[in-house]
């Protein structure tokens, strides 16, 4: 590893303070409710929706954990970033609805097509999910590239950038959130992208790469007999993963929900989409240059994780490297912030609110700022707890969502797409979807104690791509089978909320938020999806 030097530091300093300046901005300007506060007043343009969307994705546990796959033989789970198409299901399915409803979060949105049991679930469960996974697993990824790349102790680094993050998050709301993440997607996208230019000149280019770690290496179809990544549950849970992520996940959909109009919000995520395919050739290829210089015994790391902080100190020159830095200390800030704010925004308004409904707009403000500041003292102390996460930290992340994500897509796809679905198919969905989760994820973590061959080891241990699919199966019939086992819901439950209940003003309003400019962009993205699938074939 080579350490910082002047000029990077340089690098790093004017990035920060262009940082801080935007925070400060926000601040200065901000408005005391919680529509400004949450939604950054819902006045955000296209370029800064789809930009937050993608600052938000990329993370600094993206950027480390994406690079160590490349770097490990996990090269399937690239299909995780040409989710592209799915964030155009974002922008052209669901957004319509969910600004229809007029709502702030997801489970408000569960609330008014089915019933209050149903936002009461949702809140609760995505906050736990959320200090879980999305804050622990960035703060120990951030841990890891602050010591790798400032030299500093795991712990200092790892808390300083919690609490910086926390307090601009606090103190701005989502409007500093979504405008300091614009300024971050730039950042990274040309840091990483000068990196993967160097990097593939230093191993000669694509074709030399490809004869280091063979053909075979790069190949992201493995047979559906794979006992790790057989292509059907890959496809299947993967898309699964993708539609609750990108389509119901209140930490993706909220930028949307800033926007002015449909109109904005589905270019945002246009715009994202787009943005989205560059982590393939950005991150992931990376890693894999990272292996061909390690074969040829030109760079060496013990684990995988430490690709892409190990290539960026060997591979940039001083001035470029701390502008790298910054991009990936930038991942970091950005994916905690926007958890951070997506949190408080659920537990101010889907739980506080609904406790407290005669609250102050200034007041429940001051509570979502509380609320961060907790999230952001419990993401503090589960940090010890993540640094005992061994493998690719890529890998562990998917097979979470693998587990959360089946119920929750499924409420919300057949929700929308049915208006026979009832409160009571959505309620049942989820309250076993989520027992079934989490037993999965008990089962799994005591598989070597349970008895080899039970019906317990064997839910415990199988493949969790397979378990995924079959699990979203299961959700699907379940829904299905206890709405129509009981009642209709009513009519003010599904109108306007569902396809084919949609009235014909609000189909001609929907027909004007679009042109022939965004088909042709989404069809583009669309394309070269199947390009990178098709190119990624191993020969």
Not at 14 to 29: C, E, K, S, T
Not at 174 to 203: K, P, S
Not at 278 to 288: M, N, Q, R, S, Y
Not at 486 to 505: D, Q, S, Y
Request: aromatic content about 12%.
């Amino acid at each position: 590893m080579q350490t910082l030097e002047l000029l990077d530091w340089i690098s790093i300093i004017i990035y920060f303070a262009i940082l801080a300046g935007i925070a400060i901005w926000v601040i200065r300007n901000k408005k005391e409710n919680t529509e400004d506060y949450f939604l950054a007043g819902r006045n955000v343009g296209w370029f800064v929706v789809g930009a937050s969307i993608f600052a938000s994705n990329i993370g600094s546990e993206h950027v480390v954990g994406l690079a160590g796959a490349g770097a490990s033989d996990k090269l399937p789970l690239l299909i995780y970033e040409v989710h592209a198409w799915i964030v155009l299901i974002l922008g052209w399915v669901f957004l319509p609805f969910y600004q229809r409803a007029g709502v702030f979060t997801m489970p408000e949105f569960l609330e008014k097509r089915f019933d209050s049991r149903m936002r009461w679930i949702l809140s609760v469960f995505s906050i736990i999910a959320y200090v879980l996974t999305k804050i622990s697993v960035t703060i120990y990824a951030g841990g890891v590239v602050v010591s790798a790349l400032l030299g500093i102790d795991f712990w200092t680094g790892a808390i300083a950038t919690v609490i910086l993050t926390g307090l601009y998050t606090v103190l701005g709301g989502m409007r500093a959130v979504v405008y300091t993440e614009t300024l971050q997607a730039m950042v990274l996208v040309v840091g990483a992208g000068v990196l993967t230019y160097i990097g593939l000149d230093r191993v000669g280019g694509w074709e030399s790469m490809k004869a280091t770690v063979t053909p075979e290496y790069l190949n992201m179809w493995r047979p559906a007999t794979d006992p790790d990544f057989p292509w059907p549950s890959l496809f299947v849970s993967s898309t699964i993963v993708g539609i609750w992520y990108w389509c119901t996940d209140q930490y993706i959909v909220q930028r949307t929900l800033t926007a002015k109009n449909i109109k904005e919000g589905r270019r945002g995520t246009i715009f994202g989409a787009l943005m989205k395919l560059l982590p393939v050739f950005l991150f992931l290829i990376p890693g894999v240059i990272a292996l061909t210089l390690k074969m040829r015994g030109e760079l060496d790391w013990n684990s995988a994780d430490e690709a892409f902080p190990v290539l960026m100190s060997n591979l940039l020159p001083t001035g470029l490297r701390g502008l790298v830095a910054a991009g990936l200390l930038a991942a970091l800030m950005s994916s905690l912030a926007s958890v951070f704010n997506s949190v408080s925004t659920l537990f101010t308004v889907d739980i506080y609110k609904k406790l407290r409904p005669k609250t102050p707009e200034k007041k429940l403000v001051r509570t979502g700022q509380i609320a961060t500041m907790v999230v952001v003292f419990i993401g503090i102390l589960w940090i010890p707890i993540m640094s005992n996460i061994s493998g690719v930290l890529y890998e562990y992340l998917q097979s979470v969502q693998t587990y959360i994500a089946p119920p929750i897509a499924a409420v919300f796809l057949m929700g929308i797409l049915h208006k026979r679905i009832n409160a009571q198919g959505a309620y049942v969905t989820l309250i076993l979807g989520f027992v079934i989760g989490f037993g999965r994820i008990f089962l799994e973590i005591l598989s070597d104690s349970l008895p080899s061959g039970s019906f317990l080891h064997f839910i415990g241990t199988v493949n969790y791509l397979s378990f995924g699919a079959w699990f979203f199966v299961f959700c699907i019939v379940t829904i299905i089978g206890v709405s129509l086992a009981t009642a209709h819901p009513p009519e003010e439950k599904v109108l306007n909320l569902t396809f084919g209940t949609v009235t014909p003003e609000e189909k001609k309003k929907s027909r004007a938020t679009f042109d022939w400019k965004d088909i042709a962009v989404s069809l583009f993205v669309v394309l070269v999806v199947v390009f990178v699938m098709i190119w990624f074939n191993g020969k």
